[in-house]
Nanobody, 123 residues
């Protein structure tokens, strides 16, 4: 059983920065691709960024390209999302996903999920 626990969310002013972390435990040898998704109130969950198993390749939603950076620490089984130049529209619950297929942005392509961490950006 794979467990994913997100942390690092909080409240920040616009143009500020936050770093989200996702600690994986349990069946960590089988993580495949990982990703971050967000879900704003009343909206569907949407893709933010994805990364391959080795951490050598990544892809982003157009809305965060150039502002967010996804990375992973294989030794410590941790996924990160560095978020810079935050905007109020980035306010959402952010979810870590694993057991995924690299290159896809569809929730259905990721088999394991964390519980989420809230990010609130004020103007």
């Amino acid at each position: 059983q794979l467990q994913l626990v997100e942390s690092g969310g909080g409240w920040v002013h616009a143009v500020g920065s936050l770093i989200l972390s996702c600690a994986a435990s349990g069946r960590t040898f089988n993580l495949y691709a990982m990703a971050w998704f967000l879900q704003a109130p009343g909206k569907e969950r949407e893709f933010v960024a994805g990364i391959n198993w080795t951490g050598t390749s990544s892809y982003y939603a157009d809305s965060v390209k150039g502002r967010f950076t996804i990375s992973r620490d294989l030794a410590n089984n941790t996924l990160y999302l560095q978020m810079n130049s935050l905007k109020p529209e980035d306010t959402a619950e952010y979810y870590c996903a694993a057991d995924g297929t690299y290159g896809f942005r569809d929730m259905a392509k990721f088999g394991s999920w964390g519980q989420g961490t809230q990010v609130t950006v004020s103007s």
